[in-house]
């Protein structure tokens, strides 16, 4: 029986090991959202989007960039592009659904007159649950038809799935999907599919390390002047086009 000079203790303990707790799940929380493709974890980025917009909206009709880290991370972007105007709204971590979630919010405001997605490596390469190339190609259309829903029917560029790494193990999945959004791109005249993984690959096939960074998943000035030369004559064949 716990004597009346010892409880005051008990309870202090008790109040400090709940509180503890509670900061503990509260630090724990936005992890695992993302772990299991949460959108409420990407709530901060798209608010700060939103905000930047309200006090420097862009002018509508750029090409829209948008998808994970790849896009985000992308500093040369408006310059590797010219004379096409973008607009990078990347949000790192995201996989292909984040995207289609909040289309309201950050695709349909601009008014593009184009968008290029890079999405699906971090879709397949999630480590608590995966998605497989099936459902990423899935994903790829319900991602289409609500962004036409928004905006109408204008072009749209896949970036491929790029070979990594850090994500050797997923290389198999991530070709399934990207052949899988390939032939959407040839029965759609909209969709152009931007084969980026072929010039990323060494000899033996594997990804070529020279165009990545240091972690084996982002990419390096190479790897982006690789993109840049893929993605640059889709975009300037897009603009001559009616």
Known sequence: ?????????????????????????????????????????FENEIGAFEEQDRTDPPPPGKVLFIGSSSIRLWKTLDRDMQPVEVLNRGFGGSMLHHSTYFADRIIAPYKPSALVIYAGDNDIGNRTVPRSAAQVAKDFDEFIAKVRSAVGDIPFV???????????AQWPEMQRANAMIAERAKSDPKI???????????????????????????MNAKGYALWTSVIRPILMDISKKP
């Open 192 to 218: 152009y599919f931007a084969d980026v993984a072929s010039g990323m690959l060494d000899a033996q096939g594997k990804a070529n390390e020279e165009m990545l960074l240091s972690d084996g998943l982002h």
């Open 158 to 168: 896949y970036i491929a799935i790029k070979p990594s790494i850090s994500r050797a």
């Open 1 to 41: 029986m716990k004597t009346p000079e010892k409880l005051p203790h008990l309870i202090i303990a008790a109040l400090i090991g709940a509180a503890l707790l509670f900061v503990g799940t509260k630090a724990l929380a936005p992890q695992t959202d993302r772990q299991f493709g949460g959108a409420a974890y």
